[in-house]
């Protein structure tokens, strides 16, 4: 039975520091912006609490160099933004790319590009999220459409980071920040949580922060320890140090995106429902996908087949997946609130791309099922 | 009074760059830049192991070992 | 205290040497200053931290047997405070160049002094971009030559002493590569300060700076250090006002250092809750 103190009615942001504190985050950096500013909050009064740190930095570029900073002497870190703040944060995104340091970073999206359209929903940053830093790079990207679920890739963001030393990125969306909606705390030991591993050479032999492990992953010597090495943004060899050998280059270039890419059917998480039969899917995600799932519940009491794929994973992109969720549809329906950017994903990865279509909405008003029903009866040819 | 006996002038000539900052300020006037334009003592008696080149290299080229100095520490 | 002998290739990673400055470069006089300093403290070398942005200046986290983070244009304290609130007990060193330091990571700069976060940030101001090949910084003046100032700078220089002090580091000094030992022994105390500590040395590009301004080789431009700049208060300055003066400007112990104030709410934090 859940204890009720674990019962909460909390906003999404407020579920996404639940969800951190539970996978153990010790150390925030960041900078207020609308509307991820509830979690910088929330986390200035909970994180010394548990004996972490919390820090108010002057920028966002800044907050991400104090969580990379803070990730290398062994914590789990996290910074929280959004838009215009997500965009600051992209060149030391890049760097824990490359230097591999496991690091968390929310963007509660609002209406871009610059300032924008601060308080209102919006879906416009995946492709930032893919391809914000500059460079080739893999990057993992997670989202969710309630509260319970942003709890629980929040716990597996940092899972994940640890894992793969890799930023992971939580990217949700005004509507399901500010909402208020249940959650219930799960106990401790319900979900996993993975912990930072490190090291076991022993001091005095030589340790390699970049060398590969036969499973691939790459035990950590926190800063401060026996074992003393370099890190840099710059491309490296298994010591650390700077190296643009082309061999070298080409090697970890690689590495870096196959680690990720390598195991895209593990980290993707989705939901799905009814697409047993479905004959029209709806792809969606976020805030989109609670109308995609209202709608098609809706359409499904009037006998009609259609389900809904919501994506959890964004990045690195389940293609596998989408394609055999959408091999029987008919029509393939994209849900978002942006211009098109999920849709490109879907249409590349579909046996059938004209079959692809888009609804969406990109006013700052959160997508209707009404909306999606409208290009539904469109696609049917039956007229609006 | 120079302390020669009693001191060794260590060089690495790989790391010299041979800038000539040691040779310009050693107030004895010990060093000079080699045909290869790397740093040599060559008046080694004259040193009296004021280290100043030692601490104004920038390429940590040269190191100044005074056993004297040793024995009184 | 330290009473064995100093030998740099204890606290050097050798294999990278020689390194890549310039010949002249006074940058790696700055290496030795710092090196000579923490041996002479006996700090252990796990306990160091050393974070650096990008530069000529910067390259120095690589060559030192210490824990090293190279980071990214600007931005090395914003790390090095990561690392620093992290974990308090690490002494966190920061080796900047003028461009690094007061153009890019201007903001990051005055923030951390403002803080008062126990960090050595050491300013190694060669008036110059030397990295990306002679272009102005902030710290050139008006005046100069440099690649994107071919007709002269118009751009008025910041004073670091000034600025780190108005900004609130409660440790301040200046110091200049042709006085080596008396910058060693600033850089002791700045360690050991607990708070933020701005060290400025003087440093000299002989490769961009001083071919485009016509100051001479490595060695002359030392020749300036020693001739331009006095000891804080000296006579000398009656007759020339615009000599640089060297020494300690700020040493002030009575404010609370970050880390130490956060514990404060750790405190207050864990009995509220409880
Ligand atoms: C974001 C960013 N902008 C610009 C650069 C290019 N850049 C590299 S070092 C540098 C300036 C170096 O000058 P300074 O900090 O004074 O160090 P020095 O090389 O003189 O020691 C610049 C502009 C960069 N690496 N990153
Ligand atoms: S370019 Fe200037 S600052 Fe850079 S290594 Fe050469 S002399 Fe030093
Ligand atoms: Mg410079």
Known sequence: ??????????????ACVEGALYAGLNFFA???????????????ERLPQTGGKFIQMEDEIASMGAIIGASLTGNKVMTATSGPGFSLKQEALGYACMAEIPCVIANVQRGGPSTGNPTHVSQGDINQARWGTHGDHAIIALTASNH??????????????????????????EAIGHMREKLIIPEPGELPVVDRLRTHVPKGV???PYLPRED?????SDFGAQHRYNVTGLFHDMWGFPNNDPAVVNGLLHHLVDKIENSVNDIAMYKEYWLDDAEYVLVSFGSSARSSIHLAQNRRARGMKIGVLELQTLWPFPTDIVREKCANAKAVIVVEMNMGQVITQVKNAV?????????????????????????????????? | MGKGKSVTHVVDKEWCKGCGICVHFCPKKVLELDRKGKVDTVRLEDCIACKLCELRCPDLAIQIINKQEREND | ????PFNFKDYVRSRFFPHMWCPGCGHGIVLGSLLRGIHELGLNKNEIVMTSGIGCSSRISGYVDFHSLHTIHGRALSFATGVKLSRPHLKAIVPMGDGDALAIGGNHFIHAARRNIDITAIVMNNKIYGMTGGQFSPLSGPGKKATTAPYSTIDNEFDIVELAKSAGATFVARSTVFHAVEAKDLLKKAIMHKGFSVV???SQCPTYYGRKNKEGDAVQMMEGFKNNTVKIGSKKLEKNPNLIQRGIFVEDTDKPEYCEAYDHIIETAMKGNS
């Open chain 1, 1 to 14: 039975m859940t204890n009720k103190d674990n019962i909460r009615f909390i906003q999404g942001n407020e």
């Open chain 1, 148 to 173: 319970q679920d942003v709890f629980k890739i929040t716990v597996e963001a940092f899972n994940l980071a640890e894992t793969y030393r890799t930023p992971v990125i939580i990217l949700l969306d």
């Open chain 3, 200 to 202: 400025e040395i003087l």
């Open chain 1, 206 to 208: 030589d340790y390699h």
């Open chain 3, 1 to 4: 205290m330290n009473d064995t």
């Open chain 1, 216 to 220: 691939d992953r790459l035990p950590m």
């Open chain 1, 351 to 384: 046996d059938n791309p004209n079959n692809v279509f888009l609804a969406n909405r990109i006013d700052g008003q959160l997508i209707s099922p009404t909306d999606i029903k409208t290009v539904l009866r469109m696609i049917q040819g039956k007229g609006v």
């Open chain 1, 30 to 44: 960041g900078y207020p912006i609308t509307p991820s500013t509830e979690i910088t909050e929330h986390l200035s």
